[in-house]
């Protein structure tokens, strides 16, 4: 078969091969086919508007790849795969689906004479599993390196072992920041060949928030901006251009807004630019209009898209940077400085189209002593779902493999202590049987746990629902100038008890609307309701692909609804380590000495219950649970059986009706969930239980409470001991 795709590829040949002539990488066209020719792997490195990803897989085509297996093109993101695909298809003279196609999460568009295979990384990652040593490909280019996501820097690791097992290979490594001698040094001194961008030249002005002056005003963070536009606007002599300022998070955003209109700038409009935003807002940032703009974005415009017709930056200096606490066991969203690659990057936003300026809120000392480059996500976060992935595709462990930047001892220990409790991987740092059916699912191993749980709690239709919710984006939007009205059409599906509930009403009001409306009628209701149809309908697509997966595990979904305690126990499987009871202060007490309180928008945050637990506990200004349930601690008891800890106290006799009692309290990780209740170990004879109290407990209390011999001793499994 492989025989017969090769044959259709070397008849498919594009016939007409150009390279843009304008595109700076086309200047290094001998260079590359040169080093492609010699080396096993080259670092290609270069701005944004370099024509790296358009220009080097016909690069590859040019010196004869492509034919012997496909050229695969790896892209951090679908939009960014999709879009490559079709430009160049039309580059080629082609379409998608013929000599070059796409596969991305719920789409493929391959054909058996593709000859060049755009896809997200996380797709090259899964073809592992039935083709370890990707033998389907004799050429791959790993694009956007910079971005160093834990599936870009599995696949480091990966190529690198396969390079030396296949000499056939060939690998690209393309990146916009990253340091080229790091990577040319993991790839046995692979050639770098640097690709300058299409850039103008941006001045870069440095004007603190805080003042060198004494005697000067400190400036906050709004008033920063407001007078940043001013000073730009003063150079531009009434022709305002427009400009992007970055900035660390929503809230942020919402301030320089409200700063912005009070300064009532002249023909000016100020639009918001994040991930929460909907559709259509974020479509409006590309749209034709007549006054300057001021786009407020967070990190987002960084790297991911490239607004037109930027000539100004205003760079904070600051960004919302995930970390994961293995002391804490939380992930912490703090505001930090960013990097000095980042705070270039940013600055290169500018220089697009025209000379630019650039002001960096913070002083040239401050940007000189900050980090080189933003740390790659597997040093900052949870490792769990790396480390089975790793076993399930039998990479080996973490601490032998080979990371660019290996992980720190603690992180990896943190994820094997998950996994353990998660009841995926034993003792011995084996993957169980269970742990093989989580791994099967293409979601974070605490999902996978809930939806095995689910099977047996005879809620797995509930929990199909919910699992693809968690593992997609919330398709609630929730405008900044129209808030309140969002949340009171959100207020419809929300139920008083769970968040999890929250999500089934809505997805049941979304299935009836779908069933009785017609496409163009479902998109109104979607956007009435301020709702994002097209994550709705990536909410499907997961729920259908969770939906086969289950069945080829042979879990089979229930048919009658699952009741609230069977649905919640089965979640509780997933999140054990974020349950919490409720203290006279109002926050909520959780596992490991935390506190926390409920993050605002859910009813329960208004009348908080007793007890409850968490889908994410993230830090911000404080620790927040989101997404979250009222539970019964004898539910958090059953399914942390095989972690909570028992300890025994004040054991005694009880003479009428002749047994010996002792007061057993409950713990899970350190959170009470039950004390003072009393179990009877008995019956027995009144001198015997007298003189095994006094031996026991008087004469040796470090000893076991009774002996061995003492009737029922064996069907309470060593009672007294903790």
Known sequence: ?????????????????????ALPITAHREEILAALARHPAIVVCGATGSGKSTQLPKLCLEAGRGTAGLIGHTQPRRIAARALATRLAEELHTTVGGAVGYQVRFTDRTGPHMRVKLMTDGILLQELEGDPELRRYDTLILDEAHERTLNIDLLLGVLKRLLSRRADLRLIVTSATIDPGRLAEFFGGAPVIEVSGRSYPVEVRYRPLVADDEDAAELSLPDGIVAAVRELDLRSAGAHADALVFLPGEKHIR?????????RLADTEVLPLHARLSAADQARIFQRHAQRRLILATNVAETSLTVPGIRYVIDSGLARISRYSPRGKVQRLHVERISRASADQRKGRCGREAAGICIRLYSEEDFAAREAFTPPEVLRTNLASVILRMAALGLGDPESFPFLDPPDTRLINDGVRLLGELQAMDEERRVTRLG??????????RLGRMLLAASRQRCLAEMLVIAAFLETQDPRERPTEMSKQAGDKHAL???????????????????????????NQLRKWCREHFLSFLRMREWQDLHRQLAHNVRELDLRPNRAPASYAELHQAILTGFLGSVGALNQKREYDGSRGMHFVIAPGTPLAAKPPKWLVAGSLMETTRLYARMVAAVNPVWIERAGAHLVRRSYGEPHWVAGRGFVAAMESIALFGLPLASGRRVNYGPIAPREARDIFIREALLDPERPLFSEQLPGRAAVQGAFLE
Do not use: Y
């Not at 093989?436 to 191993?445: E, S, T």
């Not at 929300?494 to 009001?509: G, H, K």
């Open 436 to 445: 093989r059916q989580i791994a099967a699912l293409p979601v974070d191993p």
């Open 1 to 21: 078969m492989e025989a017969h795709a090769r044959d259709g590829r070397r008849t498919t040949l594009p016939i007409r091969l150009e390279c843009d002539p």
């Open 255 to 263: 301030e320089a807004a409200d700063a912005l209109s009070k300064a």
């Open 493 to 519: 599906f929300a139920d008083a008890r769970s968040d999890f509930i929250t999500v089934l009403n809505l997805w049941r009001a979304f299935g009836e609307q779908a069933a009785a409306l017609s496409g």
